[in-house]
C-alpha cells in the first residue's frame, strides 16, 4: 500500500546505511523525496535506482550556513515539507583517554549542532506552511540511554540530540509532530567499526521498516528492535549504585 502517497519527504543523511534503506522504504510507499547528505555521487545513484523521481539536495550539515541557505532555497521554491528526517551523524568508537579532541569538536558539529541547527530553521519553515501533515523525526540511540565503556563522544551527542528532541515535543505547536528515532545495533558502516559484540544486530532493511511504522504512529519515541532496546530502557531506570556495576562489566 502506498501510505506516504503525495507526501514530500526530507531525509538528510539518506546517502547510506539507515537513511538509504528509509529512502527505498519510503519511494516504494509513494513518498516524494529530498534526499540529502554530503555524497552527491551516492545521492543520484539512489535516485537512478529510484526511477529518478526524487530531488537530490547535497548539503553539509558540519556549516551551519549550508543549513540555512538549503532551508532558505526549499522556502523560495515554495515546496512543501511534510517530514524531515534527520539522520547525519559520524561516529569513531574512542576511550576516554584516547579522545581526540578536534575530532570530538567535528563530531559534535555534525550530530548535535548540525541537528539543533536544522530543527530549528525547518521548524521555522514549517510553522510558515500549511499542509496537513507535518513532522520533524530526529535521530538518537540506545547508546543516549546511558554513558556505556569505549562510547564517547558519540553517545554523549546521541543523549544531546534526545534531550534537544524532548524539549522540541513540548515546545513545538501541536499540529508539528516531533519523532525521537533510536534505533539498536544496526549493520551499516557506523557498526562496521566496532570490534565488541552487538546483541540483537539488525539490517537496514528492518530499521527503515520500523522507521517508516512508527513515522505514521502517535508514540513520540521510535525504537527497536524493542527486545533490546526494553532492556536499554530498564538498565537506564536503574539507580546508579546497581547500573554503574552492571556497566562496567560491558568493558
Ligand atoms: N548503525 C547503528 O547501529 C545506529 C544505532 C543507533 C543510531 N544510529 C544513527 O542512525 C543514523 C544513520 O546512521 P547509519 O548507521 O546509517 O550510518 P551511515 O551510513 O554512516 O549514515 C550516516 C549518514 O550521515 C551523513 N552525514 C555524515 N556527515 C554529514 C554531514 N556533515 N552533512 C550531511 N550529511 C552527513 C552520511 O552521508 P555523507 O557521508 O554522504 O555525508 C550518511 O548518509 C545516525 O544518526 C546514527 O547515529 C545508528
Known sequence: MKIFKNETIWIVGASSGIGRALAI?????GANLLLSARRKAELENLNQDLGGIHTVVPIDVENKEDIQNTIDEIRKSGIKINRAIFLAALYEPQKIEDLDIDFCEKLFKVNVLGCFSFAKNILSLMKEQNSEIKQIALCGSIAAYTGLPNGQPYSASKAAVQNFTESLKVEAPKNIDIKLISPGFIRTRITD??????????EPEDAAKAIAKGLKSKKFEIHFPKRFTLQAKLLRALPYWLALPLTKRLK
Open 25 to 29: 522504504n519510503l519511494s516504494n510507499q
Open 193 to 202: 567499526k566496532n570490534n565488541f559484540p552487538m546483541p540483537f544486530m539488525q
